[in-house]
């Protein structure tokens, strides 16, 4: 019915997961888990969501336990709009959804996947390998293709723009965060000393 009233037709697919808390006690689905509401305190639904590109509506709506991690939530999410996806369309999602199992799913289904894995010490080596041929895709970024893991196709980027702008925000963290650490140290010492004025009247008197 999407394809032929909307013309949904699947060639790329958004793919992401987000979760909803509830006022409620838990259930067989309500749990309690990694939150991105940031309510800890309150069992919750995670939700997957597929959305198709050229038309921008959601085509797959999945819920799983509050306790299922993306990872895992993406092969029902995949799945459920799979006999409809056309052969190599693309299926986006970000580096939460990713895994070598779920890569290898996608691909093994006769379609291309995109994302964005987990920066390790292995991609920060590649840069300072004497061999790597770097290609300048913009003014100071820098991109090198390998092949990954699989046989994928694999696109490292270097941005100094992006690099120094983490130096400063890490900078700017330490230093709030020293600032912070003085201010509890400051109150603890206070603290310490307006007990030791509160007993020492106590110790004279005795």
């Known amino acids: 019915m999407l394809k032929e009233q909307y013309g949904i037709d699947y060639r790329i697919v958004y793919e992401d997961w987000t979760g909803m808390f509830f006022e409620s006690r838990t259930t067989n689905i309500i749990r309690f888990g990694h939150t991105k509401d940031h309510r800890s305190d309150r069992p919750q639904v995670t939700v997957g969501l597929n959305v198709d590109v050229g038309s921008g509506m959601n085509c797959g709506l999945m819920v799983r336990a509050g306790n299922v991690l993306d990872v895992t939530h993406f092969k029902d ?5 799979e006999r409809f996806v056309g052969p190599e369309s693309l299926i ?5 959804g990713y895994s070598a199992e779920n890569g290898e799913l996608v691909v093994s289904t006769g379609h291309d996947f995109l994302t ?5 010490a292995a991609d920060l080596a590649i840069f300072s390998d004497p061999d790597a041929l770097p290609e300048e895709v913009e003014e100071g970024m820098w991109c090198i ?3 990954g893991n699989l046989g994928y196709r694999r696109y490292n980027f270097y941005s100094i723009d992006k690099y120094a702008d983490s130096f ?3 900078l700017g963290k330490a230093k709030r965060d020293h600032a912070e650490m003085k201010e509890i140290k400051a109150s ?3 603290g310490k000393q307006a007990s030791e004025e509160v007993r020492l009247p106590q110790r004279v008197r005795s």
């Open 77 to 81: 999410t995949f799945m459920q709009i």
């Open 92 to 96: 986006v999602f970000d580096a939460g």
């Open 116 to 120: 964005r894995p987990q920066t390790n």
């Open 145 to 147: 293709k390998t092949i």
């Open 168 to 170: 400063d925000y890490y």
């Open 188 to 190: 603890i010492e206070a």
